[in-house]
């Protein structure tokens, strides 16, 4: 018998820490994914302001749109307001794919499994609410409130892992999106 003897490994048992270090790991990927919605209201309110500063310029560029010819700056000046209408219309593509990640975001949390956790996570990453404020307005301990904010997201991991298990999920979650169930 000049062939080694296989023997096989036994499966190797994840220890507690590694376990924690990954259960640790989900709930972070899973509130960096929440963060998000707030960041996107901020990017829209952003972007719409830029876009009623274009209209404000677009209207004193090219005078009253009622005036009468000659009466205004308006003949020499239409490459410009052709400019600002391609950038309005950048803007408004831009604003709806915000505003469509923020709805796939809702459709996650509305997947939640406790009703509490979905309030949870929906008061501090969507509306800002800290803990405290949270616990204080909802008549529980902060520990609670910080219990149900684990839950809901690794409940809120599984649900990106499940619906993109090959994609990962960071930026936009799937490109056919989050369907609710």
């Avoid at 009468?68 to 239409?78: A, L, N």
């Avoid at 809702?106 to 929906?122: D, I, K, S």
């Avoid at 990453?125 to 690794?154: C, F, M, W």
């Amino acid at each position: 018998m000049s062939e080694a003897v296989r023997r096989e490994e036994p499966p190797r048992m994840e220890s507690e820490e590694e376990r924690c270090g990954a259960e640790r790991a989900a709930r972070e990927r899973a509130r960096a994914y929440l963060e998000r919605y707030i960041r996107q209201n901020e990017r829209i309110e952003r972007m719409l302001q830029f876009q009623r500063r274009l209209k404000d310029l677009a209207l004193r560029t090219t005078g009253d749109p009622l005036s009468p010819p000659g009466s205004g700056p308006r003949d020499d000046r239409s490459g410009a307001v052709v400019r600002l209408i391609d950038l309005e219309s950048e803007i408004d593509r831009e604003v709806d794919h915000l505003y469509n990640i923020r709805g796939e975001i809702w459709r996650v949390l509305e997947r939640v499994g406790p009703p509490m956790a979905q309030l949870v996570l929906t008061e501090r990453y969507l509306n800002g609410l800290s803990v405290k404020q949270l616990a204080d307005r909802e008549g529980y301990t902060p520990h609670r409130i910080r219990e149900l904010d684990r839950r809901g997201l690794e409940e809120v991991d599984r649900i990106l892992r499940e619906e993109c298990p090959m994609q990962g999920y960071v930026g936009p979650v799937c490109s056919a999106g989050i369907s609710s169930r």
